[in-house]
């Protein structure tokens, strides 16, 4: 990842997987692929680093451009967690099928 020092902005390449959480209020990520499902205390988002789990309280979307994968979140963030997408539909049919 390239910083630049004289602006606040930095440039991220392309298909890296970043996540800025500033006071645990306000969350910016890229490489979204899609959203699976989200209320206002849990989001399941596809990235390109696997399933992100994120649980909170007033949870909201205020910025999305999937032809770029962006998304930003506001809300007080309590917990990220990644599965790997592989790894989840292997455990799911695990415990179905012992």
């Not at 959480?21 to 969350?27: F, P, S, T």
Request: glycine share 8%; aromatic share 6%; hydrophobic share 35%.
């Amino acid at each position: 990842m390239q910083i630049q020092t004289d602006s606040p902005t930095y440039a991220i390449p392309s298909g890296d997987h970043v996540v800025t959480m500033r006071n645990r209020k306000r969350m910016d990520l890229t490489s979204v692929k899609s959203i699976d499902r989200f209320d206002q205390e849990e989001f399941l988002v596809r990235t390109s680093q696997g399933l992100l789990q994120i649980r909170g309280e007033e949870l909201r979307i205020v910025h999305l451009d999937v032809d770029k994968g962006l998304l930003t979140l506001e809300g007080t963030v309590t917990t990220l967690q990644y599965d790997e997408e592989e790894t989840g539909s292997r455990n799911f049919l695990h415990k179905l099928f012992g």
